[in-house]
């Protein structure tokens, strides 16, 4: 990404854009859907998914189990979508792919016009069953369209655009992508190219002149040319240790964590063990136990970045991330920074028992 | 720019925020109004201009002088407001003071809600003058608002956002500012302010949950942290340097590469001698000279990245920018590349001529 500036209207650009056009495709592992690239961050992409697609004041169903879905629904009704929250879904749950079947069976008008999915719950630790979902819509026979946030899983959890059905998806650069936050990665697929003549006004999120600069090599507008090379890097990193080997790195790193919160032992918000997700652990703190000051001690005393339990989760959850260029020794240093401040804070525990049932786990399985 | 990534919801991350929204004010040259980063480039700033403060539907005038002009209007179309091109104004013009009060003075419905004015017109190397622009509008008493775009200005010509009586100015960080593209940086007056709650909707650039943040020291979503860090660099660079300092320089730079084309002499595209402009210079090509295959050729031959002429002035035109970090020396090189480029295309000039104007304009002025 380092690297002198360079002209985006140059006759060598394409030869930047294109092939990473072709890799993006990969990634979603889409050969019949279009990608594109917003110069945004993920926010900006749950936007475009929406106004690309959806008429003004079009209904969607939003299974919100946590705070990304909650802030995803909260950018649809500002933009003047109707958002039919499903009905009993909890914090730490997954969404629930018979409940969401139900729904659209009882929408006999076809008033919904999409499912939006956030396929990992950052907030909760939570893993949604995407295939499952796409399922119980089919089964449903119901035409919504099937948007997915990937921010949190694409390029490290496992995830297939068309074989699943998906129509939009989004991700952002700064996760499994391992970059700066500034790129939304999206794929659409033919059903949601088709409904693009049928969307809400829109001009920085407009797919359509993006899709047609991004075929001849260029952009319609000044792209964040570093984030484009760090993109070919990240995607070559990518390939170059496998994608499928990157997906089960961080399931067995993800293992380990939940292996060293379950020794010290303190509950993990995901209330389905099908469902943990394997790129970030949200971990409930004992009553009495403010979390936000446990964070705040750890990220001064010893320069460890947890994230913050959100929304209704605040001061009672923190989060450890393990997603990205990782590996155990990274790990091992966090969860024992962890125990550390868990023991400054007052929670009663043995030291390093995390961290030995995390190398237990480790040295028991094969990388 | 160059640094490890870092948790933006961390108790150390507002030390990062509030010096540098302190210093984006001092940039705009606003006390009493408000300033915003969104992770986006230039053409986000034009919606977020218009969403955040125009009614859906609402009408804006537009002076239509170039490239620049025309997107924003199609933006704003895009977005569903309706765009008043105001007539008799050509490519090379500025937008006419005088006019534009006279247009503001017949709407008596106040039907117009904002006047559109791209400060340097990056396409024809044309400046606008915001000020008697402002006074126009004063003097026909029409409250439209003023919108400005400073994407090739602001950093690097004269701005004043309080003075001059701008409600909502755009900047890119890409120009003056010298960092890649990503960052839009924006100004809104106490009246843009107030105007929020008649606004369209919008999500990604809501402007009052960005505020809200800022205040805090934090965004209301994933910011961009090396921009964040990169325009914290920046200002810092247009400090030391002093701002007027940078100004005055931008303006000698360009008298010496103004001197070179006349030398040439080829026409350059702005028709008003007072309105020519410092960070951009557009020369027209003879007839029978495709500027195209000239700027192709400059940059496969030579390596030298030329603007090229955009709408109308496709082929017909190219553009030599002079903005940012830029010394004498790097514009002899670049001119004496450009002599080579013309000479190659058959343009019939004394090799050495424009270099030599530049070199005496520049040896006779002080620094």
Redesign the interface.
């Known amino acids: 990404m380092?690297r002198a500036?360079?002209?985006h209207?140059?006759?060598?650009f394409p030869e930047l854009v294109r092939p990473l056009i072709e890799e993006t495709r990969r990634l979603f592992r889409t050969e019949v859907g279009s990608v594109a690239l917003f110069?945004?961050?993920?926010?900006?992409g749950?936007?475009a998914a929406l106004t690309n697609t959806l008429p003004s004041g079009g209904r969607v169903l939003l299974p919100c189990a946590g705070q990304f879905a909650a802030?995803w629904g909260?950018?649809?009704r500002?933009?003047?979508y109707r958002v039919d929250v499903l009905p009993g879904v909890e914090w730490g749950d997954p969404p629930p792919p018979d409940r969401i079947e139900a729904a659209l069976a009882a929408d006999s008008g076809a008033e919904i016009r999409a499912v939006l999915i956030v396929h990992n719950e950052t907030s909760t630790g939570v893993t949604a069953d995407v295939q499952a979902i796409r399922a119980g819509m089919d089964r449903a026979g119901h035409g919504a369209l099937l948007m997915v946030d990937g921010v949190s899983s694409i390029g490290s959890l496992r995830y297939r655009h068309d074989e699943w059905g998906v129509d939009v998806a989004v991700t952002?650069s700064?996760k499994g992508l391992m970059l700066?936050?500034?790129l939304a990665l999206m794929a659409f697929s033919p059903k949601a190219i088709a409904a693009l003549e049928h969307g809400s006004?829109?001009?920085?999120?407009?797919l359509a002149p993006m899709l047609a600069q991004n075929k001849l090599g260029f952009f319609?507008?000044?792209?964040?040319?570093?984030?484009l090379y760090g993109l070919r890097e990240a995607l070559a990193m990518l390939a170059e240790e496998g994608m499928q080997a990157v997906i089960t790195r961080h399931a067995r790193l993800a293992r380990g964590v939940r292996a060293a919160v379950a020794a010290w032992p303190l509950p993990i918000c995901c209330r389905d063990p099908q469902a943990v997700s394997n790129t970030v652990t949200t971990i409930m703190t004992p009553a009495g136990i403010d979390a936000s000051k446990l964070i705040?001690n750890a990220?001064?005393r010893y320069d460890l970045?947890l994230?913050?339990g959100l929304g209704p989760l605040a001061g009672k959850a923190f989060r450890i991330g393990h997603v990205g260029d990782l590996n155990e020794g990274m790990l091992l240093g966090a969860l024992g920074l962890v125990e550390m401040a868990l023991a400054d804070a007052g929670v009663a525990l043995t030291p390093g028992s995390g961290v030995a049932a995390a190398q237990q786990l480790w040295r028991e399985t094969e990388a």
Do not use: C, K, N
């Not at 110069?39 to 900006?44: D, K, R, V, Y």
């Not at 006004?201 to 407009?206: I, L, Q, S």
């Open positions: 380092h500036s360079e002209d209207r140059s006759v060598a110069p945004a961050s993920g926010t900006g749950w936007e802030l909260d950018s649809a500002r933009l003047g952002g700064q700066p936050a500034g006004p829109r001009a920085y999120f407009d319609p507008y000044t792209p964040s040319i570093p984030m705040a990220f001064t970045a994230g913050a």
